[in-house]
């Protein structure tokens, strides 16, 4: 019986073991209990991390709470209640609705792509090829290499005049020459703006999804495929029957993950185009930046870096917490 | 007989103190100034003094003004240090420290004026302001738009960045075309000259340049962007329907699609690459092709800033102020060093080889250092009498800080270029404007 | 080899090589879209200036001599050696806090079944939806209370916010496949919560541990944000902060040095990488795929 096919409540099985322990009560009272250390010991580890996101995270979400409802500015950080006045603003803007229709397309399109590549990328990674050392170390390069300077190389290559895609496809006649209306200029069409960004994203960020996916299939433990070669399964069927369900908590962690770093990314979009042209690849930690950093206007600002919050906030808890109760 | 800079820079610290209370001037070798010079302001002995400012265009400007710092630390007996970031990233660091409450005691901002956000927070410099006033000749007129909130100075500007015409000469000689000194001029010769393959091109995106080119073509056509309380939005006027008119036509009969996707440095790009018939932008552009593209550089000049249809000629330029943060620990020492910055302005002016343009009248006199000298760089001299601030007529305020910050202005004038109709553009551009100095006012 | 041999695979070593053509077909797109920027960056890095702005010169190799200037600037002119040194630096001490806290934070998420355990977990995950734009704020006082503005320790304490929350829950998703019998047995066999979690557990999740390593160290090397808004001094700024901010000069961009200097950072990571990634790979006897 793997687990796998096991369907009972995992704690079940452990508390019947631990239970047969406590059976013999140690002197100490509760203090002394296999309960009692492992809360401790539990508790203990949990700590560290606790401490450390509480501190330096939620204690400054809370702050930047309080400035989406307060009009501080960068200059004036005790400032006046203003209720939803920031996000009333927000709302009001042009630009607002224009960057969060963005940020959405952005994020779709982006995932769409990712999972794909991701996943082909991974399996192709599964099988056993000479050369494979060599292919593993090229493929992550765009994940290592830093942001701002992989995205400033991008910069160049989809430059008006000196685009090293340009110079290729007008060459092979994919497109027109310099100077038509056949040579698609990336960053300043609208139609191509995002799209270009959009592929950025995904460059740089698809070796991760093939690595956690490759992280996570390589966990199955031999002994569940053998037993599903065993049973008979093709090696498609054990995939989707058998190494899928068990490597889904890390696959959505991976996924919510990379959901949080793509909506919330702005070096993209801030080195290729500033939002440009026109507001066609304008998103909302874009927009959230000009208004509240560089104009200074920190209530706005944080309204709208936070727009996304309430939406998104309760979408990952219910997911998580369904994450949670796929135990086997 | 006037004391050399070497003289000046060696004087000049406790000269102030000296000049407030006697009211001498410069005059050298007088009894005063060798007993002002003979007291070392003590406060400042043994402090430390950070300074943070931009990486300027031209590395050897860094090069001499970190040294200059360091030598000027050294005779006053000031732990001087210079950190240098990129302009645009400047707010947010300035955002940190204040969050912080500590950090550099002397800032720079340029592009992003902040002095009106946080001038509660910086120390009032309206003294040496002053001082350094009397002692060079007065300020240019448009000096005190980015630094003064309520009467009071709080920041000192250094010198401003303008964008003239950079043009190519043989081009338009070969194609019998006048000099660009009008916008109409510029306009026929960009028709003319795209048909041969070189058109020209001014940013509809969004960066700096965007902000400031399309602003110098809107003022000179004799728009403006508010009034000159600079509360009330005025881009509904008769004249930006003009230079709008213009602008398309302009893009469509001279430009291509590219500019679409430009940023600051893509005009610098086009004119090197031999292209670009004509560009609006620093000198920096014109100044690179000399290791890039030499038959560039020897055909391009550099032009006046274009008139528009009623002669009027405004540049609107990029200005750069130091400020110091109230919570410096050293604010002596930081407003010591200020003024011997500014009694050096000529130096530094030669250092940057001609970009900073200056702000204080006795260093905009003709000849000006370098500009003077050098045949194709002369024009230049003539603009410290037009230049012009965001704002204009109208302080810079943070209002204006936050439009251009959002780009409205370029993206009026790209979705006219792009197909909109003038009076939709309008309509949206005013609301935007509207907008965001609605909210600045409730706030 | 004709083709037929292709279509219809007979011997063992025919179908190797059909499975090796197949497999390259499909591994080699990849590798194109993965590698072809580097290499463009690799070339850019050595081509001189004149080279680089004329429409008409091939980009993919040199139409002047290569030269090595750019490379002489970054190292002469900037602080890139010093760069390079924090870059690590940086990204081995967070490593290490992310290791020593999300590893056991995970643990005990994962298999202690900790009443408010769920909660926290999602709690400490939800911390991703703060944004640093608004968040290096309230950060840079923490910073400066500490002292250590302008040193690149400040960017020690702070990025482990964003490495330990995903850290945390990847190990969370690995300790969850380590059988629950195998725990069950060390304790029973007399080792104690900390035993088993020690001996039994963390050995058999080295490929989860490894991974959560490398995905810190990388993060770390991402920021840009915080480096900027913390860290001041020209050596003490890591790379991905020092290059853009000092090779980007107003309006003129030195596109040699920065590409120069991504590469001469990015490789040796991508190497280290793959080293980690060679280490799990090890552990797995045989892998799923055969």
Same mark, same amino acid.
């Given at each position: ?12 099985k452990?508390a019947?073991?631990a239970?047969?322990l ?7 009272g509760w203090?002394?209990?296999q309960?009692a250390?492992?809360l401790?010991?539990?508790y203990a580890l949990l700590a560290?991390a ?10 400054p979400?809370?702050?930047s709470?309080y400035?989406a409802v307060?009009?501080a500015n @960068? ?5 006046g #209640?203003v209720g939803?006045e920031n ?5 009001e803007m ?8 963005n940020?959405v397309v ?5 995932? !769409? ?6 996943t ?8 056993? #090829?000479?050369?494979?050392k060599l @292919?593993r170390?090229?493929v992550v390069?765009?994940f ?5 300077i992989?995205v400033?190389?991008?910069?160049w290559?989809?430059d008006?005049q ?5 110079w290729?496809?007008s060459r092979v006649g994919? !497109?027109?020459q310099?100077?038509?209306d ?10 191509l703006?995002?799209?270009a960004?959009?592929l950025?994203n995904?460059?740089r960020?698809?070796?991760?999804s093939?690595?956690v996916l490759?992280?996570g299939?390589?966990s199955?433990?031999?002994e569940?495929?053998d037993?599903?070669?065993?049973d008979?399964?093709t090696?498609?069927?054990s #995939?989707?029957n058998v190494v @899928?369900p068990m ?8 996924f919510?993950?990379?959901?949080v ?7 993209? @979009? ?6 440009g042209p026109?507001?066609?690849?304008? !998103?909302?930690?874009v927009?959230?930046y ?19 919050v ?5 979408a990952?808890?219910?997911f998580l917490?369904n994450l949670?109760r796929?135990e086997? | 007989m006037? %004391?050399?800079?070497?003289?000046r820079a060696r004087f000049?610290v406790?000269?102030?103190q000296f000049?407030?209370?006697?009211g001498l001037?410069l005059a050298g ?7 002002a010079a003979?007291q070392?302001?003590?406060q400042?002995k043994?402090?430390n ?5 931009w990486?300027h265009f031209i590395p ?22 210079v950190?240098?970031i990129p302009?645009?990233?400047i %707010? ?5 420290e ?9 800032i720079?901002?340029g ?7 946080y001038f ?10 002053e001082?350094l006033g009397k002692?060079?000749?007065g300020?240019?007129p ?7 909130v ?5 920041a000192? %500007?250094?010198y401003y ?6 043009w190519?000469?043989d081009l338009?000689?070969?194609?019998g075309?006048k000099p660009?000194?009008?916008?109409e001029a510029?306009?026929v010769?960009?028709r003319?000259?795209?048909?041969k393959?070189h %058109? ?5 995106s969004?960066c700096?340049d965007a902000n400031?080119?399309?602003r110098?073509?809107?003022?000179s056509?004799?728009g403006s962007?508010?009034d000159a309380s600079?509360e009330?939005?005025?881009?509904d006027?008769?004249e930006?329907? $003009?230079?709008?008119?213009f602008?398309?036509?302009l893009f469509?009969e001279?430009?291509t699609? $590219?500019?679409?996707s430009?940023d600051d440095a893509?005009d610098?790009?086009?004119?090197a690459?031999?292209i670009?018939c004509?560009?609006h932008?620093?000198i ?6 000399e290791?890039?593209n030499p038959?560039?550089?020897k ?5 006046? $800033? ?10 609107v330029a990029?200005p750069?102020?130091?400020m110091a943060?109230k919570?410096s620990k050293?604010?002596?020492?930081a407003?010591e ?7 050096n302005?000529?130096q530094g002016?030669?250092e940057?080889t001609?970009y900073n343009m200056p702000?204080l009248n006795?260093?905009?006199q003709?000849?000006?250092p370098?500009l003077g000298?050098?045949?194709k ?6 603009f410290p009498k037009?230049v ?14 936050e439009?251009a910050?959002?780009?409205v202005l370029?993206d009026?004038f790209?979705r006219?270029a792009?197909?909109q109709s003038v009076e ?12 965001i ?5 409730r706030? | 080899?004709s ?7 007979r011997?063992?070593?025919?179908k190797?090589?059909?499975?090796h053509?197949?497999i390259y077909?499909g591994v080699?797109?990849?590798v194109?879209i993965a590698v072809?920027p580097?290499?463009?960056m690799?070339?850019t890095?050595?081509k001189?200036?004149?080279?680089l702005y ?5 980009p993919f ?14 190292f002469?002119?900037t ?5 390079i040194?924090?870059?690590?630096t940086?990204?081995?001490w967070?490593?290490? *806090?992310t290791?020593?806290?999300?590893v056991?934070a995970?643990y ?5 079944r900790?009443p408010?355990?769920?909660n926290?977990?999602i709690?400490?995950?939800m911390s991703?939806l703060v ?5 290096f704020i309230p950060?840079s ?7 250590l503005?302008?040193s690149?320790w400040?960017l020690?304490v702070v990025?482990p916010t964003?490495?330990i929350p995903?850290c945390t829950?990847l ?5 969850k496949t380590?059988p629950?019998e195998?725990e069950?047995a060390?304790r ?5 919560f900390?035993g088993a979690f020690?001996?039994?557990v ?10 959560a390593v490398?995905?810190a160290?990388t993060l ?9 808004a913390?860290?001041?001094?020209g050596d003490?700024?890591?790379?991905p902060?020092?290059v853009p901010?000092?090779? *980007?000069r107003?309006?003129v961009?030195?596109w040699g040095?920065?590409m120069?200097?991504?590469?001469l950072v990015?490789l040796p990571?991508? *190497?280290l990488?793959?080293?980690?990634l060679?280490?799990f790979i090890?552990?797995?006897t045989?892998g799923v795929g055969?």
């Amino acid at each position: 019986m793997t687990p796998s096919a096991q369907a009972g409540d995992p704690g079940a099985k452990s508390a019947r073991v631990a239970v047969s322990l406590e059976a013999v009560p140690r002197a100490g009272g509760w203090f002394r209990t296999q309960s009692a250390r492992r809360l401790g010991f539990g508790y203990a580890l949990l700590a560290p991390a606790a401490l450390y996101v509480s501190l330096l995270v939620a204690v400054p979400f809370l702050f930047s709470l309080y400035l989406a409802v307060s009009d501080a500015n @960068v200059g004036e950080q005790v400032a006046g #209640f203003v209720g939803l006045e920031n996000f009333k603003a927000a709302l009001e803007m042009d630009t607002f609705w224009i960057a969060l229709r963005n940020s959405v397309v952005f994020f779709v399109v982006a995932a !769409i792509l990712k999972s794909i590549l991701g996943t082909s990328l991974a399996f192709l990674l599964l099988q056993n #090829f000479r050369g494979k050392k060599l @292919v593993r170390a090229l493929v992550v390069i765009p994940f290592t290499l830093p942001v701002a300077i992989s995205v400033l190389g991008w910069k160049w290559m989809y430059d008006s005049q000196f685009s090293v895609f340009n110079w290729v496809l007008s060459r092979v006649g994919l !497109i027109g020459q310099y100077g038509t209306d056949a040579w698609p200029v990336w960053l300043g069409d609208p139609r191509l703006a995002l799209l270009a960004c959009i592929l950025v994203n995904v460059w740089r960020t698809f070796p991760f999804s093939a690595i956690v996916l490759l992280a996570g299939f390589t966990s199955v433990p031999n002994e569940v495929l053998d037993a599903a070669k065993v049973d008979g399964c093709t090696f498609f069927q054990s #995939f989707r029957n058998v190494v @899928v369900p068990m490597i889904f908590p890390i696959l959505m962690v991976g996924f919510l993950f990379d959901t949080v770093f793509t909506l919330s990314d702005l070096s993209v @979009v801030y080195i290729l185009t500033q939002g440009g042209p026109g507001n066609a690849t304008q !998103i909302l930690p874009v927009l959230a930046y000009q208004v509240g950093i560089q104009a200074g206007n920190l209530g706005r600002g944080a309204a709208v870096a936070l727009f996304l919050v309430p939406l998104l906030a309760p979408a990952m808890f219910i997911f998580l917490r369904n994450l949670k109760r796929r135990e086997y | 007989m006037t %004391p050399s800079a070497h003289d000046r820079a060696r004087f000049s610290v406790t000269r102030r103190q000296f000049v407030r209370t006697t009211g001498l001037g410069l005059a050298g070798g007088s009894l005063a100034t060798m007993l002002a010079a003979r007291q070392a302001p003590a406060q400042i002995k043994g402090s430390n003094l950070r300074i943070l400012t931009w990486s300027h265009f031209i590395p050897a400007y860094d090069t001499w003004f970190d040294k200059f710092a360091a030598d000027w630390g050294e005779k006053n007996g000031v732990k001087v240090r210079v950190d240098h970031i990129p302009h645009l990233e400047i %707010p947010a660091r300035m955002a940190a420290e204040f969050a912080a409450g500590a950090g550099h005691d002397l800032i720079f901002n340029g592009a992003t004026i902040l002095t009106r956000i946080y001038f509660k927070n910086l120390v009032d410099l309206t003294d040496i302001y002053e001082q350094l006033g009397k002692k060079h000749g007065g300020w240019i007129p448009a000096a005190k738009s980015p630094i003064e909130v309520e009467g009071r100075i709080y920041a000192i %500007p250094l010198y401003y960045i303008l964008l003239p015409m950079l043009w190519r000469k043989d081009l338009f000689d070969q194609a019998g075309l006048k000099p660009p000194d009008t916008w109409e001029a510029a306009r026929v010769a960009a028709r003319t000259l795209k048909a041969k393959g070189h %058109p020209t091109g001014i940013q509809l995106s969004h960066c700096n340049d965007a902000n400031l080119n399309w602003r110098s073509l809107l003022f000179s056509f004799g728009g403006s962007e508010t009034d000159a309380s600079g509360e009330n939005p005025t881009i509904d006027s008769k004249e930006m329907r $003009e230079a709008l008119k213009f602008a398309k036509a302009l893009f469509d009969e001279g430009m291509t699609p $590219e500019v679409f996707s430009w940023d600051d440095a893509s005009d610098n790009r086009y004119l090197a690459s031999g292209i670009a018939c004509w560009i609006h932008d620093a000198i920096s552009a014109y100044r690179t092709t000399e290791s890039t593209n030499p038959s560039v550089f020897k055909n391009a000049y550099v032009g006046m $800033e274009p008139a528009g249809p009623g002669g009027k000629r405004v540049s609107v330029a990029a200005p750069n102020v130091f400020m110091a943060w109230k919570f410096s620990k050293n604010q002596a020492a930081a407003k010591e060093f200020l003024v011997h910055l500014m009694d050096n302005d000529k130096q530094g002016m030669i250092e940057s080889t001609g970009y900073n343009m200056p702000f204080l009248n006795d260093t905009a006199q003709k000849p000006m250092p370098v500009l003077g000298t050098d045949p194709k760089l002369q024009v230049l001299q003539d603009f410290p009498k037009i230049v012009a601030f965001f704002g204009h007529p109208g302080p810079y305020t943070t209002q204006i800080q936050e439009v251009a910050n959002l780009y409205v202005l370029p993206d009026i004038f790209t979705r006219v270029a792009r197909g909109q109709s003038v009076e939709d553009t309008i309509k949206w551009g005013l609301g935007e404007y509207q907008r965001i100095f609605a909210k600045h006012k409730r706030a | 080899m004709s083709t037929s041999i292709l279509a219809r695979p007979r011997t063992a070593r025919q179908k190797e090589w059909r499975r090796h053509v197949l497999i390259y077909l499909g591994v080699i797109p990849f590798v194109v879209i993965a590698v072809f920027p580097i290499y463009w960056m690799a070339i850019t890095a050595f081509k001189q200036d004149p080279d680089l702005y004329r429409m008409d010169n091939i980009p993919f190799w040199f139409n002047l001599a290569p030269t090595m200037e750019h490379f002489k600037t970054l190292f002469y002119q900037t602080n890139y050696g010093a760069w390079i040194i924090n870059t690590m630096t940086i990204s081995a001490w967070v490593a290490v *806090i992310t290791l020593l806290t999300a590893v056991p934070a995970g643990y005990a998420l994962a298999r202690l079944r900790l009443p408010g355990a769920e909660n926290t977990g999602i709690g400490i995950f939800m911390s991703y939806l703060v944004p640093p734009i608004i968040l290096f704020i309230p950060l840079s006082r923490v910073v400066a209370s500490l002292g250590l503005q302008d040193s690149w320790w400040a960017l020690v304490v702070v990025y482990p916010t964003f490495t330990i929350p995903f850290c945390t829950w990847l190990m969370m998703g690995f300790f969850k496949t380590v059988p629950m019998e195998m725990e069950e047995a060390a304790r029973v066999d007399g080792c104690g919560f900390l035993g088993a979690f020690l001996r039994v557990v963390l050995p058999v999740s080295v490929p989860g541990v490894l991974t959560a390593v490398i995905f810190a160290f990388t993060l770390s090397m991402q920021d840009f944000l915080y480096g900027l808004a913390f860290v001041a001094p020209g050596d003490q700024k890591p790379v991905p902060v020092g290059v853009p901010t000092e090779l *980007i000069r107003g309006d003129v961009y030195y596109w040699g040095s920065l590409m120069g200097a991504a590469l001469l950072v990015g490789l040796p990571v991508a *190497i280290l990488y793959n080293f980690f990634l060679d280490r799990f790979i090890q552990g797995i006897t045989g892998g799923v795929g055969k």
